[in-house]
């Protein structure tokens, strides 16, 4: 079946401690995107990527870090400078992000949390 | 910038009918999605309108009004499944020009009781 895998599901990181998760789709779709939800919280947006070997910051970008060396993954490094983590995170993807009409499609999450 | 408004929450009866209203101030707009999203679940999408009018999609139906800057989500004969958050979420150009990127409203938390 067709669709977004993300993962690990749950995922502890200590202080001071990178962490990576990881996003892989096989939609075939062009447009990647990391979006965090916080307890009661709408999605902001991260980062997202248009096409292969290039991304875009988004609204909340500041310690975290990506790459998309691969048109199917998009891993998002969460880095010891993102000072307040908890959250939960969506991976999404899109046929692309031109004027026509194209749904985002989110993988199921992954929740991380600092202890 | 974006402003996207939902209500915080709504309550309704199981078998009634509730309307969740979302209006937006943005520029570059081109097209409003509602998505459905259970605790601790990935958002599925629901509907997506570019155009003025209503979208009807089984007991679910989602309508626009690009002049106001204003859509509601309207679902009929609501079940106990249905209790979730609605998300709004407006595509928009950014002014410096790039890629439609959705931007999405905090939810709206609807409660369905017997």
């Known amino acids: 079946d067709g669709g977004i895998t993300q993962s690990p599901k749950y995922l502890f990181r200590k202080e001071g401690q990178n962490v990576t998760l990881s996003c892989e789709q096989n939609?075939?779709?062009?447009?990647m995107y990391w979006y965090r939800q916080d307890p009661g919280q709408g999605l902001r947006l991260i980062y997202y990527?248009?096409?292969?070997?290039?991304?875009q910051k988004g609204d909340i970008a500041e310690g975290y870090s990506v790459s998309r060396e691969k048109k199917e993954s998009f891993p998002l490094t969460v880095t010891s400078a993102q000072k307040n983590p908890t959250a939960f995170y969506l991976c999404?993807?899109?046929?692309?992000?031109?004027?026509?009409?194209?749904?985002?499609?989110f993988g199921e999450g992954s929740w991380l949390t600092v202890v | 910038g974006q402003n996207i408004d939902q209500p915080t929450e709504m309550t309704a009866t199981e078998g009634a009918i509730v309307q969740i209203n979302c209006t937006y101030q943005?520029?570059?707009?081109?097209?409003l999605f509602w998505y459905q999203q259970h605790a601790g679940e990935a958002p599925t999408f629901l509907s997506y309108?570019?155009?003025?009018g209503l979208e009807e999609k089984g007991r679910f139906s989602s309508f626009l009004s690009r002049s106001k800057g204003y859509s509601y989500l309207l679902l009929k004969e609501l079940q106990m499944k249905d209790s979730a958050s609605y998300l709004c979420?407006?595509?928009?150009?950014?002014?410096?020009?790039?890629?439609?990127?959705?931007?999405f409203g905090r939810g709206t938390s609807l409660i369905v009781h017997p």
């Open positions: 990527s248009q096409i292969v070997n290039d991304f």
């Open positions: 939609l075939n779709h062009d447009a």
């Open positions: 309108n570019v155009l003025d």
């Open positions: 979420a407006v595509r928009v150009l950014p002014l410096s020009g790039g890629s439609y990127i959705p931007t």
């Open positions: 943005t520029s570059g707009f081109n097209g």
């Open positions: 999404a993807s899109s046929a692309g992000t031109g004027p026509s009409g194209n749904t985002i499609y």
